[in-house]
């Protein structure tokens, strides 16, 4: 019986997987011409030795990232390709003792680092960042970009493949594309929160959308904001996942959640994300001050022109909060959350509303001078 892995597991031996068709590719010189080319060079068992589950569609994934990355760093001589130990380590140890960033893929997804000299890279930048006055993430961001453009250190984010032909997006390098330099006009254009039943028991779904259009690239885009809890198996905060429709269909990240407050204080939404500020059961649901917010905020985001299914008046949601609390409480605790975050941010003028949300988006991507520079690979 194969062996099955847990999705962790997965993940690190598909980025592994990734950094070694880097390395055969920059490296080694190793153009492949089709996906069964990797199949055919003569070190496939490295790659099946790092990937033992690897299949046909990883193999015609890796084959779309070497094609990609030849295009960008044809004649770029890296030392090494590091995902863990190397440079990770020391990047990560860097931002959590000098900066108090505990996640480092909060200020730069970088799975893979590719390095040239991880010796003299790592040197340089622990003199610049002892030098007097260095002591910022924005200082740090500039000596990055400067490394990234001298081809020293690039550090690559690695996403599904969106097509057959991956896509390569520079982050962060260019100051002139920069949330306070450019001036971006997003626009909220739809909202959604189904509060209605499905078979009569359970919401018709467990997340709310909040819809944003965008113009990339001269093109008229969608981003699409999916918010709902961490897992839907228990009690959890809320996340905020965009993605990108239309030409360049793509999920951009997850919003970092301690960035989202500080964000949202900015903007005087007094929304808390914390499950345990929610009713968690049907009793404290029915106490006459929850239920009496609930409708207060069904009939605001209604106003507003929310989306909120099959649900007709505030009487009705009340009931169906009632059954859902019932059958699964932790779903209904997830949308007295959403219910709460839209009847918030809909309480804002648009315009207001849009530059919220225009924020958000550029947090999800990890875009603007906080964050580090790196390049998207898609």
């Given at each position: 019986?194969?062996?099955?892995?847990?999705?962790?597991?997965l993940?690190?031996m598909?980025e592994?997987?990734?950094?070694?068709?880097?390395?055969?590719?920059?490296?080694d010189?190793?153009?492949?011409?089709?996906?069964?080319?990797?199949?055919?060079?003569?070190k496939?068992?490295?790659l099946v030795?790092?990937?033992?589950?690897?299949?046909?569609?990883?193999?015609?994934?890796?084959?779309?990232?070497?094609?990609?990355?030849?295009q960008e760093f044809?004649g770029?001589?890296?030392?090494?390709?590091?995902?863990?130990g190397?440079?990770m380590?020391?990047?990560?140890?860097?931002?959590?003792?000098k900066?108090?960033?505990p996640?480092?893929?909060?200020?730069?997804?970088?799975?893979?680092?590719?390095?040239c000299?991880?010796?003299?890279?790592?040197?340089?930048?622990?003199?610049?960042?002892?030098k007097?006055?260095?002591?910022?993430?924005v200082?740090?961001?500039?000596?990055?970009?400067?490394?990234?453009?001298?081809?020293?250190?690039?550090?690559?984010?690695?996403?599904?493949?969106?097509g057959?032909e991956?896509?390569?997006e520079?982050?962060?390098?260019?100051?002139?594309?920069?949330?306070d330099?450019k001036?971006?006009?997003?626009?909220?254009?739809?909202m959604?929160?189904?509060?209605?039943?499905?078979?009569?028991?359970f919401?018709?779904?467990?997340?709310?959308?909040?819809?944003?259009?965008?113009?990339?690239?001269?093109?008229?885009q969608?981003?699409?904001?999916?918010?709902?809890?961490?897992?839907?198996?228990?009690?959890a905060?809320?996340?905020?996942?965009?993605t990108?429709k239309?030409?360049?269909?793509?999920?951009?990240?997850k919003?970092p959640?301690?960035?989202l407050a500080?964000l949202?204080?900015?903007?005087?939404?007094?929304f808390?994300?914390?499950?345990?500020?929610?009713?968690?059961?049907?009793?404290?649901?029915?106490?006459?001050?929850?239920?009496?917010y609930?409708?207060?905020?069904?009939?605001?985001?209604?106003?507003?022109?929310?989306?909120?299914?099959?649900?007709?008046?505030?009487?009705?949601?009340?009931?169906?909060?009632?059954?859902?609390?019932?059958?699964?409480?932790?779903?209904?605790?997830?949308?007295?959350?959403?219910?709460?975050?839209?009847y918030?941010?809909?309480?804002?003028?648009?315009?207001?509303m849009?530059?919220?949300?225009?924020?958000?988006t550029f947090?999800?991507?990890?875009?603007?001078?906080?964050?580090?520079?790196?390049?998207?690979?898609?």
């Amino acid at each position: 019986m194969a062996k099955t892995y847990s999705a962790a597991e997965l993940t690190k031996m598909q980025e592994l997987g990734s950094a070694w068709i880097f390395r055969r590719a920059l490296n080694d010189n190793v153009k492949y011409n089709s996906p069964d080319d990797i199949r055919k060079d003569k070190k496939f068992s490295e790659l099946v030795e790092i990937y033992p589950a690897i299949n046909d569609s990883w193999i015609k994934a890796y084959y779309a990232q070497q094609k990609r990355i030849l295009q960008e760093f044809s004649g770029t001589k890296f030392t090494e390709f590091t995902r863990d130990g190397g440079f990770m380590d020391f990047i990560t140890k860097l931002v959590a003792q000098k900066f108090k960033i505990p996640k480092k893929d909060s200020w730069d997804p970088a799975d893979i680092w590719c390095v040239c000299n991880e010796t003299k890279v790592i040197s340089e930048i622990k003199n610049a960042m002892t030098k007097e006055g260095m002591a910022s993430i924005v200082e740090l961001n500039a000596i990055m970009r400067t490394l990234y453009k001298e081809r020293k250190l690039v550090g690559i984010s690695l996403k599904l493949i969106s097509g057959k032909e991956a896509k390569y997006e520079e982050v962060n390098l260019d100051e002139s594309l920069f949330p306070d330099v450019k001036n971006y006009n997003f626009d909220v254009s739809s909202m959604k929160c189904f509060l209605g039943l499905k078979n009569g028991l359970f919401f018709e779904t467990q997340d709310c959308r909040v819809v944003v259009d965008v113009v990339e690239d001269d093109k008229p885009q969608k981003i699409d904001f999916q918010i709902k809890p961490n897992t839907t198996s228990e009690l959890a905060n809320l996340k905020f996942e965009p993605t990108m429709k239309g030409a360049s269909a793509a999920r951009l990240g997850k919003t970092p959640l301690d960035k989202l407050a500080t964000l949202l204080k900015k903007y005087d939404v007094d929304f808390v994300n914390n499950y345990k500020k929610y009713p968690r059961s049907s009793s404290e649901f029915n106490d006459p001050s929850s239920i009496e917010y609930a409708k207060m905020a069904f009939d605001h985001i209604k106003q507003k022109k929310v989306d909120v299914g099959n649900c007709r008046t505030a009487d009705e949601m009340i009931k169906n909060f009632q059954v859902v609390f019932t059958k699964d409480p932790h779903i209904a605790t997830s949308k007295l959350m959403q219910l709460n975050f839209l009847y918030h941010v809909t309480s804002l003028p648009k315009e207001r509303m849009d530059d919220l949300f225009t924020d958000m988006t550029f947090l999800a991507q990890k875009k603007g001078r906080e964050f580090g520079p790196f390049g998207k690979l898609y």
